[in-house]
Nanobody, 120 residues
């Protein structure tokens, strides 16, 4: 099981941008990687994922604003977040999941999360 560590969160104004990183302790090439977020009092929800063929999927709420990508040579998956809105603040978690025929399914393997805060 690869260990995951997120970074890049912080405080940003509405309309601003952040780039989150998730670094694996080993290769992430065989995993379907995903970004999920959880706000206080809310369930954890899928934000975006990327399968082993580099095909990407996004939640409707972030489509057109966020971009997921990965660099297998660096064992890193990224989440570029643009045009951040007041509903986006949450702890963002990286997940190393399964790839079933190109469909990403989350596993129980999570990073510790990175906090994203959007100020008014």
């Amino acid at each position: 099981q690869v260990q995951l560590e997120e970074s890049g969160g912080g405080l940003v104004q509405p309309g601003g941008s952040l780039n989150l990183s998730c670094v694996g302790s080993g290769s992430i090439k065989i995993y379907g990687m995903g970004w999920h977020r959880q706000a206080p009092g809310k369930e954890r929800e899928l934000v975006a994922d990327i399968n082993t063929m580099n095909i990407k999927k996004y939640a409707d709420s972030v489509k057109g604003r966020f971009t997921i990508s990965k660099d297998n040579a660096k064992n890193t998956v990224y989440l570029q977040m643009n045009s951040l809105q007041p509903e986006d603040p949450a702890v963002y978690y990286c997940n190393a999941g399964y790839d079933y025929g190109g469909v990403v399914r989350p596993s129980s393997n999570w990073g510790q999360g990175t906090q994203v805060t959007v100020s008014s």
